[in-house]
């Protein structure tokens, strides 16, 4: 049996194809997301929607990166991700007035980040900026490890948003929600209830 027929550029179903709902956002910050490669085949590759729907962005697969990576002409590389120092998005936003910020994203499970950066002590050595506390994931197909754990375009959203105030990138979520409404309509409204706890 042939496999469905696919949409070439959000690689989802040509019956569900995205594209309709991708925007096209421009961006001082230079977003780079570092994806694992267990992250491509995911049915939520939440981190392939967020470039497709940002100019100034793009998307490197990998377990092991070059620093000539992240190196990029007038862009002050900066590591999004938890760290002792880590700065919060306001003082970065204050500090990126003068030099545009390259905003790297480890893509993949909390574990799979940690060994991203444990193999390259490169990348894990650059400055860090961290999402603020308290904030709550759209992500209803996939129960949070921790509070305040996101999806990679949700975190790229929050970051956007905080660092290019007041220009707002919540239209990239667009995409996403209807990417997990469509798997909520596809499970049945009871079976996702009961699995996941939604409602009554």
């Known amino acids: 049996m042939s496999a469905r027929p ?62 000539q990576d992240w190196q990029r002409p007038g862009c002050r590389p900066c590591l999004l991700f938890p760290g002792e120092r880590a700065q919060s998005l306001a003082e970065l936003a204050e500090r990126s007035v003068a030099e545009p910020c390259l905003l790297i994203v480890p893509d993949g499970t909390w574990r799979k980040a940690r060994k991203l950066l444990h193999v390259n002590p490169e990348l894990a050595a650059l400055p860090r900026v961290v999402l603020p506390e308290g904030l709550g994931s759209r992500y209803r197909l996939r129960k949070a490890p921790a509070e305040g754990a996101l999806s990679t375009i949700e975190a790229v959203v929050h970051a956007l948003n905080a660092l290019e105030a007041p220009a707002n990138f919540d239209a990239l979520l667009r995409p996403f929600e209807a990417l997990i409404d469509g798997q909520i309509a596809a499970m049945g409204e009871e079976t996702y209830r009961r699995n996941h706890g939604d409602g009554p």
């Open 6 to 67: 696919r949409c070439p550029r959000c690689e989802r179903p040509v019956a569900h194809c995205l594209c309709a709902l991708i925007p096209s956002l421009d961006s001082r910050t230079r977003v780079l997301i570092l994806q694992h490669p267990s992250e491509v085949g995911h049915a939520l590759n939440t981190a392939r929607l967020a470039v497709l729907g940002l100019e100034n962005a793009e998307l490197l697969v990998g377990e092991r990166f070059e620093s």
